[in-house]
């Protein structure tokens, strides 16, 4: 008899992705997937994606998806949650989506204890519109728009978004990790499980950022951005549980 | 419930939207309405099925809308002019993913933060759509108490009926008076049609997305066609003018919301005098009621617009006469409200101008 080891999960369409290969995206839809089939919330799941190159997102994910403005995805999310609160909502948002044009949606909603799941994918620039530099931008980082690198004095300094959303009382559980190797994917998945159960048992806000590779921005081979993430993004961006009150 | 109440206007507005099966209102507070989010605040906490969020921006309560009307849920938000600019991109998100949703603008003086005294001068914002993009804006305009209760009713009946966003334009001055209000007995919401658009959780049916990303051109062209399809159904169903003393008029002043009321009162004292002046008060601005202006301009070769602006509405005067008729203007903006005295010195000096006393 033949043995299943690697299947598409339950709530993911049949459909190609279109992110670049080795963007970190595609294996965070998966994991997500995996997540929601295990916790079998797939049938009251309502999914809120980005501006971005995770805007096609509701084409993977079959569950219920509704598309927000660009960095409105907390508010968004906020509205359908409160209208029906027995439903799990997440926002799934990129870096320059959640830390720049949508910073205070973000905070607000994480300061109101808004019980949704944010999924933060952090791979510091804008991927869909060519590599910008994204307030996660590190220093030293080339982008289209910091000749010469991510400059302290002209553009400022990449930004602790995690950190910040912290330090609201309505945050119950933040953490980082990356997708950059297969002991970082497992934490990951750990990471998001955990959020969602907490959205389940009506604790409160819960984010994952997720340091995720950007290969085609970066100018780098996949297997470079995947080191790349350990060497300098996670210095910046330190892998950890950042809040957790949970424990 | 047939019991006379008075109450002031932005309060009228919030009992008529709750009685109308509002469940979700998310707001930012702007003088002068300031007394429509405070109403929402009680009323809300009142219901057990009712929220009420004091966003953080302009941007964040259009948006909560917009995911609170995703999800299938009666739900407004408001402000006045400034803020109106800042929630335009939902606005135009709500259009695109057709869905419904009611937003109150209590005009304010402008441009910029201009000032706080009723003004008229979001016209053009309110009626060509604001936002970006091809699409429009149901937009009703109340002139009475009793008004802002009826058309509230109708702003949610719209905004489900066609699945876009209804827009209630008042101003200042309709905000703060008090008047007697009869309300409409509440809507059973459960006995409304269901929504089988809305998200809800995929339970034994496929899976839904809402949204309004159409990368390719040709299916984006359909989208924009179908919308105007929409708005054109709307344009023959719900376009609606009140005429007053038009019968035997030979100048007709066309006016709406806090401007047409004080024009009845300048109509009211030009009839003493002897002159012939009637009302066309267009009680929807989008869409607009232009037939029911072309049919009068058989008989009425003379309009006066009237506008709290320097001239708006009477763009869509002359285009719905083509010529037919005389269109004359007068405005004051920024804030100032004419006297009916004023308006009737205008009215007269017009009438004899144009020789409209000879038969
Ligand atoms: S541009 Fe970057 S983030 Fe976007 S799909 Fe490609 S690799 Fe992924």
Redesign the pocket.
């Given at each position: 008899m033949e043995k299943v080891v690697f299947k598409r999960p339950r709530y993911m369409k049949e459909a190609p992705f279109?992110?670049?290969?080795?963007?970190?995206?595609?294996i965070i839809h998966r994991l997500m997937a995996e997540v929601i089939e295990e916790l079998g919330i797939g049938e009251k799941t309502i999914g809120v994606p980005p501006a971005?190159?995770?805007v096609l997102a509701y084409d993977y994910f079959d569950i219920d998806m509704g598309e927000a403005p660009h960095g409105r995805g907390a508010a968004v999310a906020t509205g359908i949650k409160r209208t029906l609160p027995d439903k799990i909502v997440f926002s799934y948002q990129?870096d320059g989506d959640i830390a720049a044009i949508g910073t205070a949606e973000t905070i607000h909603a994480a300061n109101r204890g808004e019980n949704i799941t944010v999924i933060f994918?952090n791979?510091s620039?804008y991927?869909?519109t060519?590599?910008q530099m994204a307030p996660t931008t590190l220093l030293d980082q080339n982008s289209t728009t910091t000749p010469g690198g991510r400059d302290k004095d002209r553009d400022g300094t990449p930004i602790d978004l995690s950190e910040m959303l912290a330090l609201t009382q309505g945050a119950v559980y933040i953490e980082r990790t990356a997708v950059n190797s297969i002991k970082n994917i497992r934490k990951t998945k750990k990471a998001i499980t955990k959020a969602f159960k907490i959205q389940m048992a009506g604790l409160g806000f819960s984010l994952v950022e997720i340091l995720?590779?950007?290969?085609?921005?970066?100018k780098m081979s996949p297997i470079d951005a995947c080191r790349w993430i350990d060497e300098d993004v996670a210095q910046t961006f330190p892998l950890k549980v950042i809040k957790d009150e949970t424990d | 419930m047939d019991k006379k109440l008075l109450m002031r206007g932005s309060q009228v507005i919030g009992e008529a939207a709750i009685r109308a099966g509002c469940r979700f209102y998310a707001g930012y507070h702007i003088t002068p309405q300031n007394e429509l989010p405070e109403f929402m605040s009680g009323a809300m906490a009142n219901l057990k099925d009712g929220t009420f969020i004091q966003a953080e921006s302009e941007l964040a309560a259009i948006n909560m809308v917009l995911g609170a009307s995703m999800a299938g849920a009666r739900a407004m938000t408001s402000s006045s002019s400034p803020g109106i600019s800042l929630k335009q991109e939902g606005i135009s998100f709500l259009a695109a993913s057709e869905l419904p949703a009611v937003i109150v603008n209590t005009m304010r003086g402008g441009p910029g933060l201009g000032n706080i005294a009723p003004s008229q001068g979001d016209y053009f914002q309110a009626t060509r759509g604001g936002g970006h993009g091809d699409y429009r804006t149901i937009v009703l305009a109340p002139a009475y108490g009793q008004e802002l209760a009826d058309l509230t009713r109708k702003a949610f009946e719209y905004a489900d009926r066609y699945r876009t966003p209804v827009m209630i334009l008042a101003d200042g001055m309709m905000g703060q008076m008090m008047e007697p209000v009869i309300f409409p007995d509440p809507v059973n919401l459960s006995e409304l049609p269901s929504k089988l658009w809305i998200l809800n959780g995929a339970k034994e049916r496929p899976s839904r997305i809402i949204k309004s990303l159409i990368l390719s051109p040709v299916a984006m062209e359909e989208h924009n066609w179908k919308l105007a399809r929409k708005y054109e159904a709307i344009s023959g169903e719900i376009a609606c003018a009140e005429t007053y003393m038009t019968e035997d008029a030979r100048l007709v002043i066309v006016a709406y919301g806090t401007a047409a009321r004080i024009a009845k009162g300048a109509i009211k004292r030009a009839r003493e005098m002897g002159l012939k002046v009637g009302l066309l008060r267009p009680v929807t601005l989008w869409p607009f009621p232009g037939r029911a202006i072309r049919e009068m301009s058989r008989l009425i070769k003379d309009f006066l617009v009237f506008e709290m602006n320097t001239g708006q509405m009477v763009e869509d005067v002359r285009l719905s006469l083509e010529g037919r008729s005389n269109t004359h203007f007068y405005g004051r903006p920024g804030g100032v409200v004419s006297t009916p005295d004023e308006i009737g010195r205008v009215i007269s000096s017009l009438y004899y101008r144009r020789r409209l006393e000879e038969d």
């Open positions: 279109h992110y670049c290969p080795g963007c970190g995206h595609s971005g190159c995770a990129g994918v791979n620039c991927g869909m060519g590599g995720s590779p950007c290969p085609t921005n970066w | -």
